[in-house]
């Protein structure tokens, strides 16, 4: 294994088994050869593939400690540092407005709504009591995570409606609020880089003593 300031360079199966003939034949003389398929060999190709898997580990570890290579919540953990956390997934969100029964009150999540033109659904998020003539502007939320549009033109099926809720249309205005995936890491580490600008807690040595309880 070889670390220097261009990274990390695990060995290969046939560096460690150089290194083995290199070392045996201080011992047996420079005519010695590993055969394959012989006990030597197979000794060394078993002790070989156990120190692979412990170099892979500490390389893993390596990259994982280093915020430019850090992945999933190590990543987490490192950038926590200089307090830049990532970006949940969240839902779209729009207003719409209910018709039915006069001072009808709607508990949250009691009415699902799915749109024509994609088939998307959208649940009410907060409880809603309609007015004196049986409308009420409701946040409607999808169903689901991420960038779901919705448009000016869309209309709106009831699927499921406490008794009394007649219809559904758009409002006057279309307040609409998109969603988004889960930020990805490297969606990640580019606020990171931007961030890291303006706060310099994040030391070497500060990085490795928050991520030591990980390992």
Known sequence: MQIDENGITTSSVDDFLE?????LKEKYGNDFKIAPE?????IAL??????????????????QFDPETAEGEWQDALYERIGVTRLEAQKS?????????ANLVCNARSMTIRSKSDNNEFENISEFTTDENGIALVDFQCVIDGAIEVKSTDEFLIVTAPDGITSVAQADDLQFSIGRERE???EFRIRFRNSKALNAKATHNACI???SKYV
């Open 19 to 23: 290194n083995f003939e290199i070392l």
């Open 38 to 42: 012989g006990v030597i060999d197979n």
């Open 46 to 63: 078993s002790s070989c593939y156990m120190n692979r898997a412990i170099q892979e580990q500490i390389a893993e570890l390596i990259r």
């Open 93 to 101: 969100t729009f207003v719409l407005k209910v018709q039915g029964a």
């Open 184 to 186: 990805s890491d490297n």
């Open 209 to 211: 003593a928050n991520l």
